[in-house]
């Protein structure tokens, strides 16, 4: 979908993770990639419809598609060592990294990616419960306006359609 509606929408979508953002200074990381292991933490972000558009439009700016080494969730049988973690390729990990273990849509990242609060991020700042409903509802409303059947999300490999 792009129309000045879905530019709209999906303005607003990156505003309210500017305030997200905001709310949670000092308290993520860029370096560790320890949310990105989905074999290790059990864990996979959810996205809504309208999250993956902005997915999908930043990969678009970028030429399209996922990068290279990552169409698929990675089979390889290296071991990798990254930000002092050792680790091994064949993990299950997300498939927006890039070749260097980056997120390769770090600035559009889901919510869920976000909101993923790790070992390594700090302990001090504590965001409500009810805080954190409050944006995941204005995401669902966006979704819902993006597209009118809205939707509460699904896992990120199954909506990019790897792994």
């Known amino acids: 979908m792009n129309s000045p509606k879905s530019s709209v ?3 607003q979508l990156e505003a309210l993770y500017q305030q997200v953002d905001a709310a949670l200074q000092g308290w993520t990381c860029q370096a560790s990639t320890l949310c990105c292991r989905f074999g290790i933490t059990g864990r996979e972000p959810y996205v809504t419809s309208i999250e993956l558009a902005l997915i999908e439009r930043q990969l678009a700016s970028r030429g399209g598609g996922l990068p290279t080494r990552r169409r698929a969730l990675p089979l390889a049988r290296d071991t990798v060592e990254q930000f002092g973690q050792r680790w091994r390729k064949e993990e299950r990990t997300c498939p927006l990294l890039d070749s260097s273990g980056r997120c390769f849509v770090y600035a559009c990242r889901p919510f869920g990616c976000r909101t993923f609060f790790c070992d390594n991020s700090l302990k001090s700042k504590h965001i409500s419960r009810e805080r954190i409903r409050q944006w995941v ?9 993006y597209c009118p059947d809205g939707d509460k999300g699904r896992p990120l490999t199954r909506a990019l359609r790897v792994g």
Do not use: G, M
């Open 9 to 11: 929408l999906l303005a």
């Open 137 to 145: 509802a204005e995401i669902e409303r966006l979704a819902h306006h």
